[in-house]
């Protein structure tokens, strides 16, 4: 079955630097465009980050242009969200997500949480 597990959240300050990773099984990982989504507390969750299943195109939120970057390895059927210059309002739960078979598949998230 797919799976997906996030890693790598914590407490930053303000103007660091995180890398979240999302460790996946159960479908052929390098055939898939993987996505990174965050959810806000009282807000809906949002995409953040998308990358095709070879890595070639990448697509950011414009909130996050020029501070994070997705990657992914898929020898390693991982998939990264390096981010910089972090910011109080990136304070959300972030989830990867993949769609196999015409269905969306979720990890559990990982919290970030940017302090002032």
């Known amino acids: 079955q797919v799976q997906l597990v996030e890693s790598g959240g914590g407490l930053v300050q303000a103007g660091g630097s995180l890398r979240l990773s999302c460790a996946a099984s159960?479908?052929?990982?390098?055939?898939?465009?993987m996505s990174w989504y965050r959810q806000a507390p009282g807000k809906e969750r949002e995409l953040v980050a998308a990358?095709?299943?070879?890595?070639?195109?990448?697509n950011y939120a414009d909130s996050v242009k020029g501070r994070f970057t997705i990657s992914r390895d898929n020898a390693k059927n991982t998939v990264y969200l390096q981010m910089n210059s972090l910011k109080p309002e990136d304070t959300a739960v972030y989830y990867c997500?993949?769609?196999?078979?015409?269905?969306?598949?979720w990890g559990k998230g990982t919290l970030v949480t940017v302090s002032s």
């Open positions: 997500k993949v769609r196999f078979n015409g269905v969306d598949y």
């Open positions: 159960g479908f052929t990982f390098s055939r898939y465009i």
């Open positions: 990358i095709t299943s070879a890595g070639g195109i990448t």
